[in-house]
Nanobody, 127 residues
Framework: QVQLVESGGGLVQAGGSLRLSCAASGGTFRLYPVGWFRQAPGKEREFVATITWTGGSTYYTDSVKERFSISRDNAKSTVYLQMNSLQPEDTAVYYC????????????????????WGQGTQVTVSS
């Protein structure tokens, strides 16, 4: 069983940056693909970014390309989401998720494909 804890959220002005962390305990997190999702008020949760277990491949939703970067440090069982040039529309609760699919080179963009979820961290971007 994998437990995920997100951190790093907060309040930032438009154009600012934040780095979110997703720390895992238990299981073999380092072998799993991981994704970040977000849910804005009144909206459904949406995919943001994902990374394969090696960190060799990443994929982003179009709205965050060139601004966000996902990475991982398997020695620390942690995945990061570096968010630059933040805009008010990025305001949401951000969740990390891991899929119990060890050693796969694939990545996943649908929330129903993930098995483990964190509790989320709030990101608020003021204009």
């Amino acid at each position: 069983q994998v437990q995920l804890v997100e951190s790093g959220g907060g309040l930032v002005q438009a154009g600012g940056s934040l780095r979110l962390s997703c720390a895992a305990s238990g299981g073999t997190f380092r072998l799993y693909p991981v994704g970040w999702f977000r849910q804005a008020p009144g909206k459904e949760r949406e995919f943001v970014a994902t990374i394969t277990w090696t960190g060799g491949s990443t994929y982003y939703t179009d709205s965050v390309k060139e601004r966000f970067s996902i990475s991982r440090d398997n020695a620390k069982s942690t995945v990061y989401l570096q968010m630059n040039s933040l805009q008010p529309e990025d305001t949401a609760v951000y969740y990390c998720a891991a899929k119990r699919a060890p050693l796969t080179g694939a990545y996943y963009t649908r929330e129903e494909e993930y098995d483990y979820w964190g509790q989320g961290t709030q990101v608020t971007v003021s204009s």
